[in-house]
């Protein structure tokens, strides 16, 4: 939709590597090298100091006592993004009425993100659907759709550092809250093996794109066909999976 977006190389090597971290814990859960409590604690302790160092200003960069080329680095990837998301600025003017209406559309898209996914429960029962073709496929498309539209936004503004930040924090999210966290309090369960296909997809997936933003130094409308491409391959692959 929004054609190149260029991108700084150290923000992307910055966001990329962690996201790549959070992929492989999570592959380290699934094949139980590690357990539930010891990933979120790992993921908290990863997570936690990557919003603060991603929340520190230049000048206070400068007061480390780091290497100069990892300053240097930091200080790039901090500036790519804070530049890029403040080429709107003049246009949002401070107001505590901003807070409010963020609160209230959070709580909108909590409540009716639960309602899809209780629907599509009912829906799937009802109608023979696989699990696992429903939490892939279907619950991942529909409850993906805030973020889709956060996105779309982002990349027609231009601002192509936060549709990548956006994107890979987005999926380190779902890791998070949407497998660690209730495989601590529920256990894991025995997986299927589309789960695990969906695993191993999602690394490759991850590594591919990360690949394509690093040699085109940011979207185009190639990578994001290809993009597309490789989920509608996964899609397939999941589908054909269950009919066999």
Request: hydrophobic share 60%.
């Amino acid at each position: 939709l929004a054609g190149r977006l260029p991108l700084r190389r150290q923000a992307m090597i910055f966001n990329g590597a962690i996201s790549l971290i959070v992929t492989l814990m999570l592959i380290l859960l699934v094949f139980g090298f590690i357990s539930a409590p010891l990933s979120v604690v790992l993921l908290v302790l990863l997570l936690v100091p990557y919003v603060i160092v991603s929340g520190l200003k230049p000048s206070q960069m400068k007061r480390w006592r780091l290497p100069a080329a990892a300053r240097t680095f930091l200080t790039e990837a901090f500036a790519s993004t804070r530049q890029a998301s403040g080429e709107n600025k003049a246009a949002m003017p401070k107001s505590w009425s901003w807070a409010w209406m963020g609160g209230a559309a959070l709580i909108v898209i909590i409540v009716t993100c639960m309602g899809m996914v209780r629907s599509a429960i009912v829906l799937s029962d009802a109608w023979g659907l696989n699990k696992t073709v429903l939490g892939v496929l279907v619950l991942a498309f529909f409850t993906g759709i805030p973020d889709v539209i956060t996105a779309v936004k982002l990349a027609l503004d231009g601002r192509g550092v936060a549709v990548m930040s956006e994107a890979l924090n987005s999926n380190t999210l779902n890791i998070v809250f949407g497998i660690c966290v209730p495989a601590t309090v529920l256990g894991l369960g025995t997986l299927a093996g589309p789960t695990i296909f969906s695993v191993w997809w999602l690394l490759g997936i991850t590594v591919i794109n990360l690949f394509l933003l690093y040699c085109m130094n940011g979207f185009t409308r190639m990578s994001g066909a290809l993009s597309v491409g490789l989920y509608v391959v996964f899609a397939s692959v999941v589908i054909g999976w269950r009919a066999i």
